[in-house]
Nanobody
Framework: VQLQAFGGGLVQAGGSLRLSCAAS????????LGWFRQAPGKEREFVAA????????YYSNSVRGRFTISRDNTKNTVYLRMNSLKPEDTAVYYC?????????????????????WGQGTEVTVSS
């Protein structure tokens, strides 16, 4: 099972990026997917998550209103659209998939609930 995240890069403050994470080896169509990030010298933190259908989402307070998580189950892919980026959004962004809540409305925000992790894609926001 592999989660491949890509789309990171260098962007100026106020700019936008869209991260993508494609899963292979198993389907996550019936399970939640999420994004986490780890800034230099800090612990990994929750960013956003979606339930299996995409109809239920949850965001951290620091990104709510600026970031949007979405998924395309036909492509086994989850996206993170990031607008109005700030220097404090600089981090390595990781996607993750859980296999505990089959077709649930529950949205997992704790990294301990995720079983599979991508390798991360780096986002740098310059001021």
């Amino acid at each position: 099972v592999q989660l491949q995240a890509f789309g990171g890069g260098l962007v100026q403050a106020g700019g936008s990026l869209r991260l993508s994470c494609a899963a292979s080896g198993r389907s996550f169509n019936d399970y939640g997917l999420g994004w986490f990030r780890q800034a230099p010298g800090k612990e990994r933190e929750f960013v956003a998550a979606s339930n299996w259908s995409g109809r239920r989402t949850y965001y951290s307070n620091s990104v709510r209103g600026r970031f949007t998580i979405s998924r395309d189950n036909t492509k086994n892919t989850v996206y993170l659209r990031m607008n109005s980026l700030k220097p404090e959004d600089t981090a390595v962004y990781y996607c993750a998939g859980e296999t505990r809540d089959f077709r649930s409305d529950y949205v997992a925000a704790s990294e301990t609930l995720y079983d599979y992790w991508g390798q991360g894609t780096e986002v740098t926001v310059s001021s």
